[in-house]
């Protein structure tokens, strides 16, 4: 039996229609409250995509598929709902003064997520009666695919909106991560940001293409992250000795001006203009949708590869599976 009664969600971009469409596709019911006047069409092309690939990643026992509003009324958006997410632009003032409002219209047993990459939940607080029932909860794209949300809770989060929302996103077939201090970006954007700001660096000095540096990453290290973090990945590259042998081996190779970490390149037009069209000529002709499909059933199989062996990605997938089944543990 799902934990979330009626589900509100506050905007529908790319993440609140993932979001939507984990949503659903988990038997719940969601109105989504966002303005936009194409809102409905967008929907529509993203649960396209989702049911597919939901169809391919859990082949039987699917729950019946929830029913979607789309209104542009947030009172009525979170009236009676019991979880909240937002999904509004990346603006402190903007998301401030949105979690106000829904702190006013909204049960007062309502928990409060956000969608943020990067805002601090005190900051969101800001302006709230009962802050103790926000937290972040910062998905990944594809929402209604990948399963890490990470959550983070503000000066002042109850531990038991923490605990709550925990058992919410276990209940939708995801992984929490508990980040247990504030720290802007969290922990998968920074490490991210990391690599993507020395991908700028390569291309803005010649060194590669947007193309080069993706197959960098596609063909070695993509593969073993797909089911070994790093830490993990370099105790195996340790040998028998393990983590101390290859820090002792190529930790002080750290101390070595090799990257630009610290650094961003100008983001001038030519250098915009070179990543688009580096980019456009990899996507080779294939629109959006058609780059979301691929995405969808590479990361299907990838899971689905995982799940024989209980480990990362495919453990939440085996569990998952389990909980649709009504399996005792």
Known sequence: MSVIGKAALLGGGVIGGGWAARLLLNGIDVVLFDPDPQAARKMGEVMTNARRAFADLIPEGRPSEGRLTITADLAEAVSGATFIQ??????????????????????????????????????????????ERLLVAHPFNPVYLLPLVE?????????????????????????PLHVRREIEAFIADRLMEALWREALWLVKDGIASAEEIDDAIRYGCGLRWAQMGTFQVFNIA??????????????????????KLMDVPEMTEELIERIAEQTDAQAGGRSFRELERIRDENLVAIMQALEPKDWGAGAVLKQYRAQLRGDKT
């Open 86 to 131: 937002e999904s509004a632009p990346e603006r402190l003032e903007l998301k401030q003064n949105l979690f106000a409002e829904v702190d006013a219209l909204a049960p007062e047993d309502a928990l409060i997520c956000s969608s943020t990459s990067g805002l601090l939940p005190t900051e969101l607080q800001a302006k709230m009666k009962r802050p």
């Open 151 to 175: 959550l983070v809770g503000g000066e002042k989060t109850a531990p038991e909106a923490i605990e709550r929302a925990k058992t919410l996103y276990v209940s939708l077939g995801m992984k």
């Open 238 to 259: 340790g040998g028998e000795a393990g983590m101390r042998h290859f820090m002792a081996q190529f930790g002080p190779a750290l101390k070595w001006p090799w990257t």
